[in-house]
């Protein structure tokens, strides 16, 4: 009787059985890349906004406190974006007649709001409270980055579930005396642990991972 | 449903490019009444979207839309985004106002709470108060003035009213008429009145349809000139209510009440050397009052004026109970209450003012005071004047002033034909109501939360009604209205409110007067002063009319008909049947037998030649021979919630039978009407979830609610204890203060964005309440005790529904708190299962609006909107404890006891209901929890429920006591 | 012998009668013809039952379809469900079908090792059968979630969350057992098969079917070196089944009986589900068994002899059930609790689905009694009618336990009743249509009888009969 299939086929079977798991595997792989990668995450991509804002130029050639502009970050859970007057409150004597700044003179000129891309956009359903992390010594900078450095703003964090986790299990890591929470250059130094702990004692800071912390 | 099964077929994108679809976007409000009603066909283009949307959600990489931030261009000083402002103002129904802090967001008002310097209030709130805040964002609210149905505008209305003055101006304003309800605001009454002195012939009508008539006319009979009557059962050992609810929100200041009376009950189970009060309650239909009493005696509504009678003292008591009742009332001179019903005929009202003075009872715990009213005239004779000069065609501009006369008038005075032959016909409402509908012009009225304006309280203090938003819909306030017939239309109502208290104001410092009194919500020392009565003329002997009896009472949960297109409170369970959607003719156990119809039976209902048609329910407890109606329903024109559910018993209510009539018949017509409960089993079933014993017997056996062989020890399981070394929040609810309003089911629901699912959802059992109130009878079905208890979430220390979470969506805080973690559920119902208390509540649809704009605004943003096929259920208000002890860490103190106060705590008028830190050995809740009459709900599983129950304890008459 | 020939020939010459497990004048050629036949005859001349059959079931499977979509764009909520009663016809199904998928690991699992011949005509079918029943059962876990598209959080996957599956939850603890158990039975089946399709490979007439059938034998050669891997291998399998047979269904008890609801929470479930579902798994390889025999003409390949012995496996299993049945209702009365006594009392006579479980009862306890008769045995109309009855009996079992338990358990306020919607029969119906569609392609187009086994059978009644001379 003829062969039905050609010798060829036996390493041809063998062949595949290898190439399945090794295609399952890129598959999973490329999904977990896929994402933790930017396309997902948005981590180092900054936004198009109405206006080019540069917190490079205002905090870090400036200098201007983070409360100058975020004024409720130590009293609210949402730290606030300046209305139009803030901007003005400058830009009607310098760079009165920058082009770039039109949009912020017809937004006063007009009444209607500017509209900011947001950045840092966590999930409707997690509620995250500012003042109580800058109460307990959380530096702006330790989950925004250094923003003085940023012509444009973008997120320098996943703000994944695990990313919240990793800090509430163990503020320790990252607690800074509050005098420096918003000393966006801030160092931790190389005894953070020992600083660390000492601080969370000191602050009565809770490592809180109830759901409810967030989620409710 | 038909027409879903023909559009699942479509694809979506074909969906999205219909005109329907265009329509339904654009349409603020899709759903229409039967979709409210059946939430299967709501708002089903969305939901395919979502469900396309979530669906793609399978595959994990989904990114999350865009989200735009839009800060002020000038942003308020006092606003900090993220915090709410909390502001007072006051709510009125039927004219008298109670006190309210409304919590705002960023300038939107999201939830109602008492306002604790109110007298009427203390803090506390009823059910129609905590929904009114949705009434505010209603979509079917007028929202522009029309003429003729046709869209016109505020000018046009001001050029035709000051045409129609300046017409009548010649004949001294003959043939204006102005018709408003009750009015107690001083401001509005001096318009009115100033309008009046310029217009000499023209004429001020007032119609309430559940209005005081009764008391109005009963103080006329018995003093010969109107006074108020306030009571202080904090001073009453002895209370008889005949047919009155005083504890329910029909009755004015029944907040106070409410408060007064159990405190004076918990104070008794608390230190056995303070006397409980005792309360007899005469009624012909259950009530919450009903339920409280110690002695129910049941009896027609009729019946009840025989009763009064029986208790004058001068004629010999007749019934045993009378003569018991009568005993009592003599050994507590001077510390007894006799109340009469509001829908009590006058001449009953007259003889209990004459028994409180023979008693002693009237300036000590029956307290007189000058009327609260601007204007007492008797209103039903008020409208029959207008009907009939309208019948005359001597009307010829009517300004109508709220309300809804072509709805609820008495049905004898035709009051439709008459007005349709008043030439000019104006009317302010809400809504584009039956009565807009026939009047050339209808003007938006604003929402108190829109208004600026002042109204009395129960005992006359008056409080300043404040806006916290501008008018959504372009709403006009009375105010204004008179100001355009007073010629000063350009005046706007804060203008002429402060105007008024300005000239009312002694002395320079009017400004900082008027700021706190804005501040605080109450204008100090307004409070009627006490007044001595005259003695007060006994009338002769009560006769009562023969044959079948139909009661009027305004619906438990939608009162007059004000408040039905409120879906909050349609959606509310009736505290005595937990119905809801519905109203129906209510029917005792034994007349239903006689007159051979059953619960579920349409009947048609007849008296004095009148007819209307709807559905029986058997009502244990209810007096025989005595058929009870509500009000509120068979709307027609009441927006998308209301129209067309139940019937309109003021279609059989006549100007001489305001409250109740005899000689009734009752017929039926079909069966099996289908009425959606959230409770089918009616008694405990040989259990006993709800405890109550006697004073007598707790002090014999104090432990009875908790006896030994119901006991579990506390180390009686395999797992080592959880210590809660920081918090341990826990919940005690006083079984014996409650008296069933429901007031926290609805705070709950404002609190908590739990949704409305229609009357379909609800009969298949899938209401949202996350706290329930359960209602159960006890004894003989004819004459049973009514137990109301509610029940949120046990936040059980060994939770079952924790360990059969599969995804551990449900899972225990170190606080002891029972966490359900919406965005981490994926509904397998597994927990609902295993609840022993059943008190997890599923969206087995999208039951949340996600397409109406304008209700988005009544949302609380500190709580999550859940989606479809989630779990949810009572949290303890974490959102309040988490931003408590966020502010305390942030002062770097400890959290106090009544820092957190969950909501059904807050709205609660008789304080039933403790939360607090069990860790705290002095907080409140933990001295209740150490009370012995403290057990929790099925104990015996060993579920160490957080939230516990204080048995309750009933006074009965010794003379009374059977067997 | 051809297939084709035996239209002419009677069914009582074709049964060897019950005590033989094959027909006479079989050889190894025979066997394979008669098997073979099956698949290999040409497509018209399939029995029109067959074509009926699979017409029906395919209308069942769109039922299905339309079922699911609408299920899915408007949610749980189209079911009867509500709260107190969460599940439904979901898991009453899902229960049901896992119990139906027991029979075959037994019989190729269990009876394997214990070495009882008369399995071998229907080890193969049955196993199929398993297959199918926990593909319809594996469909529920999922359908009856509220957000059905997150099914995946049960399963223990590293995620940005940080968060794992509540391992103490009876569901997570069935997503293994049923898992396992479809894989085991899978490769336990195709494993069977293999020779079979390198028999199939060489009788194939027409390429494309030798180059099919020839790479799912997998380069089957016959050896005598193939045949000793084989074995052991075979051999192995069925050690490793034979504990699913019990874990599966004791796992799917679990989910009751962890749970505290009066009717749910007993110790007595894991054992008598698991007799149940050996009952009813042998009730539907009878029900299916017996229509496919009569098609084919097989009756010399399962004879009187499978079908006895299986309706006393069936007698057997259902007084364990029935044994189940008692040791519940007494344990309700001596525990003496309130709750477990009332929840008998609900499920007699007090609650709203009292009928169901006396329909229960007199499905799975009185009727089956009939067969300790011989004469009912024999009787393969009577024993298909039991078959069918018994099905419908373990259906309402579960129906009992889950629904009726939650209609009324503890606080009497939240009471309530359940009424299934034309969806919840939809799906139930649907999956019923897949089962049988699969079954019917199975049967036509794989050998439902293990050849190579039977030709065991054949070579071992020669050789008794070598004995013999």
């Given at each position: 009787?003829?062969?039905?299939?050609?010798?060829?086929?036996?390493?041809?079977?063998?062949?595949?059985?290898?190439?399945?798991?090794?295609?399952?595997?890129?598959?999973?792989?490329?999904?977990?890349?896929?994402?933790?990668?930017?396309?997902?995450?948005?981590?180092?991509?900054?936004?198009?906004?109405?206006?080019?804002?540069?917190?490079?130029?205002?905090?870090?050639?400036?200098?201007?406190?983070?409360?100058?502009?975020?004024?409720?970050?130590?009293?609210?859970?949402?730290?606030?974006?300046?209305?139009?007057?803030?901007?003005?409150?400058?830009?009607?004597?310098?760079?009165?007649?920058?082009?770039?700044?039109?949009?912020?003179?017809?937004?006063?000129?007009?009444?209607?709001?500017?509209?900011?891309?947001?950045?840092?956009?966590?999930?409707?359903?997690?509620?995250?409270?500012?003042?109580?992390?800058?109460?307990?010594?959380?530096?702006?900078?330790?989950?925004?980055?250094?923003?003085?450095?940023?012509?444009?703003?973008?997120?320098?964090?996943?703000?994944?579930?695990?990313?919240?986790?990793?800090?509430?299990?163990?503020?320790?890591?990252?607690?800074?005396?509050?005098?420096?929470?918003?000393?966006?250059?801030?160092?931790?130094?190389?005894?953070?642990?020992?600083?660390?702990?000492?601080?969370?004692?000191?602050y009565k800071i809770q490592s809180l991972t109830d759901c409810v912390t967030c989620h409710r | 449903m038909k027409h879903d099964k023909s559009l699942y077929w479509r694809s979506l994108d074909e969906l999205a490019s219909t005109d329907e679809f265009r329509a339904f976007v654009e349409d603020e409000f899709p759903n229409r009444t039967p979709d409210w009603n059946d939430p299967a066909s709501r708002r089903r283009f969305l939901r395919l979207m979502g469900a396309s949307i979530a669906l793609a959600g399978a595959s994990a990489c989904t990114k999350q839309p865009k989200e735009l931030i839009v800060p002020y261009v000038r942003q308020p000083e006092e606003m900090i985004p993220g915090k709410p402002l909390f502001y007072a103002t006051a709510m009125s129904v039927a004219g008298i106002a109670t006190g309210v802090l409304v919590e705002s967001h960023l300038g939107r008002p999201t939830k109602i709470e008492g306002n604790p310097e109110h007298p009427a209030s203390l803090g506390a709130t009823d059910a129609a108060i905590q929904a009114s805040v949705l009434t505010l964002y209603d979509p079917d609210r007028s929202q522009t003035v029309t003429r003729n149905g046709y869209i016109s505008g505020w000018g046009t209305f001001i050029a035709a009213l000051t045409g129609a003055r300046d017409a009548a101006k010649p004949k001294k304003g003959a043939g204006v008429r102005i018709l408003t309800g009750t009015v107690t605001s001083p401001t509005l009454a001096t318009q009115i009145q100033d309008f009046l002195?310029?217009?000499?012939?023209?004429?001020?009508?007032?119609?309430?349809?559940?209005?005081?008539?009764?008391?109005?006319?009963?103080?006329?009979?018995?003093?010969?000139?109107?006074?108020?009557?306030?009571?202080?059962?904090?001073?009453?050992?002895?209370?008889?209510?005949?047919?009155?609810?005083?504890?329910?929100?029909?009755?004015?200041?029944?907040?106070?009440?409410?408060?007064?009376?159990?405190?004076?009950?918990?104070?008794?189970?608390?230190?056995?050397?303070?006397?409980?009060?005792?309360?007899?309650?005469?009624?012909?239909?259950?009530?919450?009052?009903?339920?409280?009493?110690?002695?129910?005696?049941?009896?027609?509504?009729?019946?009840?004026?025989?009763?009064?009678?029986?208790?004058?003292?001068?004629?010999?008591?007749?019934?045993?109970?009378?003569?018991?009742?009568?005993?009592d009332l003599q050994a507590h001179r001077g510390?007894?209450?006799?109340?009469?019903?509001?829908?009590?005929?006058?001449?009953?009202?007259?003889?209990?003012?004459?028994?409180?003075?023979?008693?002693?009872?009237?300036?000590?715990?029956?307290?007189?005071?000058?009327?609260?009213?601007?204007?007492?005239?008797?209103?039903?004779?008020?409208?029959?004047?207008?009907?009939?000069?309208?019948?005359?065609?001597?009307?010829?501009?009517?300004?109508?002033?709220?309300?809804?006369?072509?709805?609820?008038?008495?049905?004898?005075?035709?009051?439709?034909?008459?007005?349709?032959?008043?030439?000019?016909?104006?009317?302010?409402?809400?809504?584009?109501?039956?009565?807009?509908?026939?009047?050339?012009?209808?003007?938006?009225?604003?929402?108190?939360?829109?208004?600026?304006?002042?109204?009395?309280?129960?005992?006359?203090?008056?409080?300043?009604?404040?806006?916290?938003?501008?008018?959504?819909?372009?709403?006009?306030?009375?105010?204004?209205?008179?100001?355009?017939?007073?010629?000063?239309?350009?005046?706007?109502?804060?203008?002429?409110?402060?105007?008024?208290?300005?000239?009312?104001?002694?002395?320079?410092?009017?400004?900082?007067?008027?700021?706190?009194?804005l501040h605080d919500g109450v204008m100090a020392g307004t409070a009627l002063p006490e007044k001595a009565p005259p003695s007060a003329k006994m009338p002769e002997q009560l006769a009562n009319g023969a044959g079948l009896e139909i009661v009027f009472r305004p619906d438990p949960s939608v009162g007059d008909g004000a408040l039905s297109n409120n879906a909050w409170l349609q959606e509310m369970p009736k505290p005595q049947n937990k119905m809801t959607w519905d109203n129906a003719v209510w029917i005792s156990p034994k007349s239903a037998e006689h007159y051979g119809v059953t619960t579920g039976d349409v009947v048609e209902i007849e008296l004095g030649g009148r007819k209307v048609g709807g559905p029986v329910w058997i009502m244990p407890g209810q007096a025989d021979e005595s058929l009870t109606v509500h009000f509120g329903y068979g709307r027609t024109r009441a927006g998308k919630v209301a129209d067309g559910i139940g019937f309109d018993a003021?279609?059989?209510?006549?100007?001489?039978?305001?409250?109740?009539?005899?000689?009734?018949?009752?017929?039926?017509?079909?069966?099996?009407?289908?009425?959606?409960?959230?409770?089918?089993?009616?008694?405990?079933?040989?259990?006993?979830?709800?405890?109550?014993?006697?004073?007598?017997?707790?002090?014999?056996?104090?432990?009875?609610?908790?006896?030994?062989?119901?006991?579990?020890?506390?180390?009686?399981?395999?797992?080592?204890?959880?210590?809660?070394?920081?918090?341990?929040?826990?919940?005690?609810?006083?079984?014996?203060?409650?008296?069933?309003?429901?007031?926290?089911?609805?705070?709950?629901?404002?609190?908590?964005?739990?949704?409305?699912?229609?009357?379909?959802?609800?009969?298949?059992?899938?209401?949202?309440?996350?706290?329930r109130v359960d209602r159960y009878f006890k004894g003989p079905l004819e004459d049973p005790e009514l137990y109301f208890q509610p029940v949120p979430c046990m936040h059980c220390e060994n939770a079952l529904c924790e360990l059969v979470c599969p995804v551990a969506a449900t899972v225990h805080s170190a606080e002891g708190l029972n966490e359900m973690v919406y965005n981490r559920c994926v509904g397998t119902r597994y927990c609902s299962n295993n609840c022993p208390y059943k008190v997890r509540r599923f969206n087995f649809f999208l039951y949340a609006d996600w397409d109406t704009q304008s209700l988005f605004g009544v949302r609380n943003p500190d709580v999550s909107v859940r989606s479809r096929g989630v779990m949810e259920k009572c949290s303890y208000c974490v959102q309040r404890i988490n931003s408590a002890k966020i502010e305390a860490e942030k002062q770097d103190r400890p959290v106090k006891d009544g820092d957190i106060v969950t909501a059904c705590q807050q709205a609660c008028p008789a304080e039933a209901i403790v939360f607090g830190d069990l860790n705290d050995p002095n907080s409140r809740v933990a001295k209740l929890k150490r009370q012995q009459r403290d057990y929790s709900l099925l104990e015996e599983l060993n579920t160490r429920p957080r939230t516990t129950y204080l048995a309750r304890l009933r006074n009965p008459n010794p003379d009374l006591e059977k067997g | 012998m051809k297939p084709e020939d035996q239209e002419s020939t009677s069914v009582a010459t074709l049964d060897p009668g019950p005590d033989k497990v094959i027909g006479p004048g079989h050889d190894y050629g025979t066997v394979t013809d008669e098997i073979g036949g099956v698949v290999f005859r040409p497509f018209l001349k399939t029995p029109p039952q067959m074509f009926i059959g699979f017409a029906c079931a395919f209308l069942l499977v769109n039922l299905l379809m339309i079922a699911v979509t609408w299920l899915f764009v408007r949610g749980v909520g189209v079911w009867g469900i509500a709260i107190p009663v969460a599940w439904g016809f979901a898991i009453v199904n899902f229960v049901w079908w896992i119990g139906i998928g027991h029979a075959g690991t037994l019989i190729s699992a269990i009876l394997l090792l214990l070495k009882q011949d008369w399995r071998t005509s229907i080890n193969r079918f049955s196993e199929a059968m398993t297959l199918f029943a926990v593909a319809c059962a594996g469909m529920f876990p999922i359908l009856h979630l509220g957000r059905p598209w997150l099914a995946y959080w049960l399963l223990p996957y590293p995620n940005t969350m940080w968060l794992w599956p509540q391992p103490r939850s009876p569901l997570i603890w069935d997503v293994f057992a049923v898992s396992t158990y479809a894989t085991v039975s899978f490769i336990f089946w195709f494993t069977g098969l293999i020779p079979d399709f390198a028999t199939m490979r060489d009788k194939a007439g027409n390429p494309v079917a030798q180059k099919i059938f020839g790479m799912l034998a997998m380069g089957w050669r016959n050896s005598a070196r193939h045949w000793a891997r084989y074995q052991k291998a075979y051999l192995l399998l069925a050690g490793l089944s034979t504990p699913l047979v019990v874990s599966v269904h004791s796992v799917v008890s679990f989910d009751f009986a962890v749970a505290i609801l009066p009717g749910w929470h007993t110790t007595i479930f894991p054992p008598y589900f698991v007799a149940g579902a050996i009952y009813s798994g042998f009730a539907m390889v009878l029900t299916l068994a017996i229509p496919v025999r009569r098609w084919y003409h097989l009756e010399d390949l399962i004879t009187m002899r499978h079908i006895e012995c299986m309706s006393k496996v069936m007698l057997g299993t259902g007084l364990i059930v029935a044994y189940g049945y008692a040791m519940e209702a007494f344990m309700a009365w001596y525990s003496g609790g309130q709750y477990e006594?009332?929840?008998?009392?609900?499920?007699?006579?007090?609650?709203?689905?009292?009928?169901?479980?006396?329909?229960?009862?007199?499905?799975?306890?009185?009727?089956?009694?009939?067969?300790?008769?011989?004469?009912?045995?024999?009787?393969?109309?009577?024993?298909?009618?039991?078959?069918?009855?018994?099905?419908?009996?373990?259906?309402?079992?579960?129906?009992?336990?889950?629904?009726?338990?939650?209609?009324?358990?503890?606080?009497?306020?939240?009471?309530?009743?359940?009424?299934?919607?034309?969806?919840?029969?939809?799906?139930?119906?649907?999956?019923?249509?897949?089962?049988?569609?699969?079954?019917?392609?199975?049967?036509?187009?794989?050998?439902?009888?293990?050849?190579?086994?039977?030709?065991?059978?054949?070579?071992?009644?020669?050789?008794?009969?070598?004995?013999?001379?």
């Open positions: 009787m003829a062969q039905i299939f050609h010798r060829s086929s036996n390493s041809l079977a063998k062949v595949t059985i290898v190439a399945m798991l090794l295609i399952v595997g890129v598959v999973v792989l490329a999904a977990y890349k896929i994402n933790a990668g930017s396309f997902i995450t948005d981590v180092d991509v900054a936004p198009g906004q109405p206006v080019p804002f540069s917190h490079k130029h205002h905090v870090g050639d400036d200098g201007i406190d983070c409360r100058y502009c975020h004024t409720s970050v130590e009293t609210s859970s949402f730290a606030g974006i300046p209305p139009t007057e803030t901007c003005m409150g400058c830009h009607s004597q310098i760079w009165a007649n920058a082009e770039l700044l039109e949009p912020v003179r017809a937004s006063l000129r007009t009444g209607k709001s500017l509209e900011w891309a947001r950045v840092h956009d966590l999930p409707d359903f997690v509620y995250f409270n500012h003042s109580i992390h800058i109460n307990k010594g959380i530096g702006c900078s330790t989950c925004h980055g250094r923003v003085d450095q940023m012509p444009l703003t973008y997120k320098v964090n996943t703000l994944y579930m695990q990313w919240c986790i990793g800090c509430h299990r163990n503020p320790a890591q990252f607690v800074r005396p509050r005098d420096q929470v918003f000393n966006i250059a801030y160092q931790y130094p190389d005894n953070q642990l020992e600083l660390g702990i000492r601080l969370v004692k000191e | 002195t310029e217009f000499p012939e023209a004429r001020w009508h007032q119609y309430e349809p559940c209005g005081r008539h009764s008391a109005r006319a009963g103080a006329i009979l018995a003093f010969a000139k109107p006074m108020n009557t306030i009571y202080r059962f904090d001073r009453a050992d002895v209370i008889v209510s005949l047919d009155s609810d005083f504890l329910s929100s029909t009755t004015p200041g029944s907040l106070r009440y409410a408060r007064d009376y159990s405190a004076r009950r918990r104070a008794a189970a608390e230190t056995p050397d303070r006397t409980p009060p005792r309360l007899y309650v005469a009624e012909n239909t259950p009530s919450v009052t009903g339920s409280m009493a110690d002695h129910r005696f049941r009896m027609t509504a009729g019946g009840v004026a025989e009763f009064a009678s029986s208790i004058r003292g001068d004629t010999g008591a007749t019934s045993p109970e009378a003569r018991a009742v009568l005993k510390a007894g209450i006799v109340i009469a019903g509001e829908y009590q005929p006058p001449s009953v009202h007259a003889v209990v003012h004459a028994i409180n003075q023979t008693l002693g009872n009237a300036g000590k715990t029956v307290v007189y005071t000058g009327p609260i009213e601007a204007n007492p005239v008797d209103q039903i004779a008020s409208l029959a004047e207008l009907v009939k000069d309208m019948r005359d065609g001597a009307v010829e501009t009517l300004l109508i002033l709220g309300g809804n006369p072509v709805y609820d008038a008495p049905a004898d005075l035709n009051f439709l034909d008459a007005l349709k032959k008043v030439k000019l016909r104006a009317h302010l409402g809400l809504y584009s109501n039956e009565t807009a509908a026939w009047c050339h012009f209808h003007i938006p009225e604003a929402h108190y939360l829109e208004s600026w304006s002042d109204a009395r309280a129960y005992d006359g203090t008056v409080g300043i009604v404040q806006p916290l938003i501008m008018p959504l819909y372009g709403g006009k306030t009375p105010h204004e209205v008179m100001n355009v017939l007073n010629d000063a239309a350009d005046q706007s109502a804060h203008d002429t409110v402060q105007g008024y208290w300005q000239a009312q104001h002694r002395g320079t410092d009017f400004d900082d007067f008027w700021q706190i009194t003021y279609a059989v209510r006549t100007a001489n039978t305001l409250w109740q009539g005899t000689g009734a018949s009752i017929a039926r017509k079909a069966r099996d009407y289908k009425f959606a409960t959230t409770q089918h089993t009616q008694t405990m079933e040989e259990r006993d979830p709800f405890r109550a014993a006697t004073y007598a017997e707790f002090h014999k056996t104090p432990d009875f609610a908790r006896p030994e062989e119901k006991r579990v020890p506390n180390d009686l399981t395999l797992f080592p204890q959880w210590e809660y070394k920081q918090h341990k929040w826990g919940m005690s609810i006083d079984l014996n203060s409650c008296v069933g309003c429901h007031a926290c089911t609805i705070a709950c629901q404002s609190e908590n964005n739990i949704p409305v699912v229609g009357k379909e959802e609800v009969a298949k059992g899938r209401h949202m309440n996350w706290l | 006594r009332y929840a008998f009392v609900n499920r007699m006579w007090a609650g709203g689905y009292w009928w169901t479980y006396w329909i229960l009862i007199l499905c799975n306890i009185v009727i089956p009694q009939l067969l300790w008769s011989r004469r009912v045995r024999m009787s393969v109309p009577a024993v298909f009618v039991i078959a069918l009855v018994v099905n419908v009996g373990m259906w309402l079992e579960r129906f009992v336990i889950v629904v009726t338990s939650l209609t009324r358990d503890f606080v009497p306020s939240s009471w309530g009743m359940y009424y299934p919607t034309v969806w919840d029969w939809s799906t139930y119906l649907g999956t019923i249509g897949v089962f049988l569609a699969l079954m019917f392609l199975f049967i036509r187009g794989l050998p439902a009888i293990s050849i190579f086994e039977m030709r065991e059978v054949v070579h071992e009644g020669e050789a008794t009969h070598a004995h013999g001379d």
